[in-house]
């Protein structure tokens, strides 16, 4: 059996990756983790990842902690096989911008920058542009090269998933330079855009290959690059430039699975209205709606073409000490055959170790989570209690809350804070502090002729409500470090009658962080109608009308491409 080493500085989520090389082939992977690791096993090593998820600084540091800055630079300069990985491509580079004053490998004399919100590409129609930039994405030009080994089977029609705010852009003559010189001396490029800003997604030099987007994250275009690494089987490149890319990313479909435990203690999806999954009628009266086991149901929508995956586990705000949590098992499971993002969302707080009766921060519970295949997790309940502390201690960061902390050691784009609004009427401006919106169809006005709203926050499954907007929660989150917002709505939630733009547009207009639309998808014209808004919404989320059978998510995709929207779609399944 071939051994796959895997550089771990436990900075994120390694076991799609592991997962995705045991799915390609008969491989064994071995972790190192410090110089000594690396030392021992050196002889053997002939196929080494470098995989980095997170924070720049966070990430080097670790390295340098565990000295294996030296080794892996000997490694690449020896002319043997590596394969970098996201922040593990960053860390080649001298410096970030993300973390200033620490030095990368330096092997191309390159700093990394942040993704520009007011990029002209949006600002123009209105917008901010996202960061992180997550989402599926082409490489439009690879460096033209006759040796068909370079960039690993990649290709110009494909799309890869990225998750990045910093990138080592092509964007100034001195950099434009430093890529024509390099790719004289046999350096080879793939180049992504993004709004208006070119970067780097994927650069080689002989035995060496790495790319800022997550191979093992993105479906079966990804399973195919590490296939060619692995097999040093790489295919001719047929196209080495494609159409002029639009530098917007793909709109994201994303299937969501509500998960909880059924009277008979079964595991299984269900899908509520307006939150209450209990059936109505029938001679089930009364019990949870089964709608499916949830790892079955996930790898179901992730043939179909569902560009992410999420699992939220609906009985969450009950208290329960951190004991085998189910969930933790069905990611396990679904991260086996699933290879595009999972989030999981529900119980991510602090809670209370049985045994030595100690409390596991919320820190500890999500690295759970990430160790068994997720690649984001989402807090609720605890993102409302954030900001409600963040406003009573006038916007100052204590650092301690679980957002930050999330934050800094996976990245912003590893914490989604989703949130469950309920619409409140208001006669007039001075009766909140919470920002309103205006509303100007008179038959739309609240039931005592109302003429302002705006949406109050609840937790524990809408049981609870709070005093605060969602606007204002989400502008307090995104300043602590959530990387996502998923908007959920309780006034459309399970009413197949579309999203609800309103509130969707207030937030995504004053947030520029990504947020993701949610709750009301019956059919696949609401995820164009919501995608048309012109707000900056490019990922939407879909539940029971998928659990029901009503459409399958390729539907979905197939729609919105005779809408003229560009989607992901991948027909074959082979790699
Ligand atoms: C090459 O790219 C062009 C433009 O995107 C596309 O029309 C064509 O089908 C591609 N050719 C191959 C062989 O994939
Ligand atoms: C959901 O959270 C509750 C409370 O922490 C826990 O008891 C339950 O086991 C969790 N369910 C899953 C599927 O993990
Ligand atoms: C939110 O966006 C609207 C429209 O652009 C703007 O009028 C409002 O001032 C913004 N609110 C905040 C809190 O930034």
Known sequence: MTKVHIIDVESGNLRSLNNSIEYIGDYEVVYIRNRDDFSTLDKEITHLIFPGVGNFGHFVRELIKRDLMEPVKRYVNEGRKLMGICVGLQSLFSESEESEGICGMSLLDVKLTKF???????????????????????????????????LYGMNT??????????AAKVDTPRIQNLISKAEDSGWRFGLS?????????????????????????????GLRVIK????????????????????LPSRRIIACLDVRTNDQGDLVVTKGDQYDVREKSGSSDGSVRNLGKPVELALKYYEQGADEITFLNITSFRDSPLTDLPMLEVLR????????????????KDMKDPVSQEMVPALKVAEL????????????????????????????????????????????QAVVISIDPKRKFV?????????????????????????????????QGGRKLHEIGALEVCLACEDLGAGEILLNSIDHDGSNKGFNLELLRQVKENVSIPVIASSGAGCPSHFAEVF????????????????????????????????????????????
């Open 532 to 575: 048309e808004m012109d707000c900056g919404i490019d990922a939407a989320l879909g539940a029971g009308m998928f659990h029901r059978g009503d459409y399958k998510v390729a539907d979905v995709k197939k729609y919105l491409l005779s809408q003229g929207m560009d989607v992901r779609s991948e027909m074959d399944m082979s790699i």
């Open 157 to 166: 029609q494909d799309k890869y998933y990225f998750v990045h705010s910093y």
């Open 228 to 247: 060619a690494f692995l097999e040093d089987s790489a295919d001719e490149i047929i196209n080495t430039t494609s159409s002029t890319p639009s530098g």
């Open 333 to 348: 499971q679904a991260a086996k055959n699933i290879f595009v993002p999972l989030t999981v969302g529900g119980g991510i």
């Open 427 to 459: 006669g007039s401006l001075t009766e909140t502090s919470m920002q309103c919106i205006e509303i100007s169809d008179p038959s739309k006005f609240g039931p005592n002729g109302e003429k302002y709203c705006y949406y109050q926050v609840t937790s």
């Open 369 to 412: 989570y990430f160790a068994s295949g997720a690649d984001k997790v989402s807090l609720g309940s605890e993102a409302v209690t954030i900001a409600e502390q963040y406003y009573q201690a006038d916007k100052i960061k204590s650092g301690s809350t679980a957002i930050e902390q999330i934050s800094h050691c996976f990245g912003n």
């Open 116 to 150: 520009d919100t007011s990029d002209p590409t949006f600002k123009t129609r209105g917008l901010l542009k996202s960061v992180p930039h997550i989402g599926w994405n082409t490489v439009h030009s690879l460096t033209p090269s006759k040796s068909d080994r370079c």
């Open 193 to 221: 855009k993004y709004g208006s800003e070119t970067f780097v997604a994927a650069i080689s030099k002989g035995s060496f290959f790495a790319t800022q987007f997550h191979p093992e994250k993105s479906g079966v275009a």
